[in-house]
Each structure stands twice: as C-alpha cells, then as structure tokens.
T-cell receptor, first 114, second 115 residues
Framework: GENVEQHPSTLSVQEGDSAVIKCTYSDSASNYFPWYKQELGKGPQLIIDIRSNVGEKKDQRIAVTLNKTAKHFSLHITETQPEDSAVYFCAASISGTGRRALTFGSGTRLQVQP | DAGVTQSPTHLIKTRGQQVTLRCSPKSGHDTVSWYQQALGQGPQFIFQYYEEEERQRGNFPDRFSGHQFPNYSSELNVNALLLGDSALYLC??????????????FGPGTRLTVL
C-alpha cells in the first residue's frame, strides 16, 4: 500500500520567515495530494491540495509543489504569522470513486516565534 | 452550512467494553470515512461508506465495524476494547459525485480513552 513520509517533524521559524515541509510517497498511482492543518483539540482542516496534472498551486501565502517523477511534494508558507503555529499533515490518495482513502504523513509541528 | 459533526466529544471506557461513535456529514455529502489518530501521529484510515455499504477498508481488525444510514450519517463501532484503541477518532465526509469528490472534510473528532 501507499506510504507517505514527512519531514521535518518539528520546525521553528521567526515571524515573517518562510517555512517548508516536504513529503514523499511510494505509490506512483497516487494522484491527489492534500495538506491539512490541525490545531490543538480540533480536527484536520484542509488548507490546500494539488492534483497530479498540476506542478504548483498557490493560495495567498501558501503554495504546494509536486514532482511526480521524484514522488515528492512540498508545502511552502511565506510571511509566517503566529497563527500559523499548528501541526501540518500531508496526505496522498488515488483519485476516483471508491478509492479515496487518504494516507497521511506523520505530521510537522510548526512553531512561529513572534 | 453545518460542517461535519461528531458525537460524543469525549468518551471513557474500560477494556473489553464496546463503544459507538456517531458522525453527520457535511450538507450535500454522501460519503463518510473514518480515521483513527493516535497521539502524536497522523490519522490512519479505518473504512469508508457510501450508498450504505462499506466500500474500502484499511488495516484494522473486524472488531471495528460501521454503518451508514439513509440520511448519510454514520456510526463506528468498536468491540472488545483494548488499551491501544485509545485515540482521536475522526470522521470525514466528501461528495460521491460532482466536483471536488476527492476533498475530504473532517469533523472535530471523538476522543476515546480506554482504561
């Protein structure tokens, strides 16, 4: 089955700096890659996703890049703010009805120092 | 527009007992997936339901079972609870058809503690 590895496990940055989180996946059939943000005591919240027919996607301060050949994808957060502090998870799945189980990475705890 | 809701918020059980967790999907969604999230780890897929049937299952024993009702809500049942079943149980919903069928929206979870 699919295996997703995520690093780093913890990341501390100064407010205003950029943060990058990287993930690799094993199943070349995976073609949907969402990123979730989870705050303490809450469920994961989708922040951005990308499909295999796209190499990069941006949404304000957040961007995701995908390299299908190398089977890795990354989350980039620019101009970090204290409210960005949370645990971030990458995930992968095979798009299509009946095959949408998400396989998650182990998470990255991001701390933005004011 | 109500998001995914789960009940109860917290639950404490003892080993060997049985537990039922409940989930109501986001409005307009008919597919429900359940995940188990142990402390400090990423969520792990348990199973997925649509059209009232289990469609896909992760690597969990058959002590874990589920059900989906005609109104698309779902239950997760765990029998013969073990200490290792202590975790946050997350429900996610998505539409079966139409745009963004891959996108899964998560509820706040049910925190299960097994003593």
């Amino acid at each position: 089955g699919e295996n997703v590895e995520q690093h780093p496990s913890t990341l501390s940055v100064q407010e205003g700096d950029s943060a990058v989180i990287k993930c690799t996946y094993s199943d070349s059939a995976s073609n949907y890659f969402p990123w979730y943000k989870q705050e303490l005591g809450k469920g994961p919240q989708l922040i951005i996703d990308i499909r295999s027919n796209v190499g990069e996607k941006k949404d304000q301060r957040i961007a995701v890049t995908l390299n299908k050949t190398a089977k890795h994808f990354s989350l980039h957060i620019t101009e970090t703010q204290p409210e960005d502090s949370a645990v971030y998870f990458c995930a992968a799945s095979i798009s299509g009805t009946g095959r949408r189980a998400l396989t998650f990475g182990s998470g990255t705890r991001l701390q933005v120092q004011p | 527009d109500a998001g995914v809701t789960q009940s109860p918020t917290h639950l404490i059980k003892t080993r060997g007992q049985q537990v039922t967790l409940r989930c109501s999907p986001k409005s307009g969604h008919d597919t429900v997936s359940w995940y188990q999230q142990a402390l400090g780890q990423g969520p792990q897929f348990i199973f997925q339901y649509y059209e009232e049937e289990e469609r896909q299952r992760g690597n969990f024993p058959d002590r874990f079972s589920g059900h989906q009702f005609p109104n698309y809500s779902s239950e997760l049942n765990v029998n013969a609870l073990l200490l290792g079943d202590s975790a946050l149980y997350l429900c996610a919903s998505s539409p079966l058809a139409g745009g963004s069928t891959d996108t899964q929206y998560f509820g706040p979870g049910t925190r299960l503690t097994v003593l």
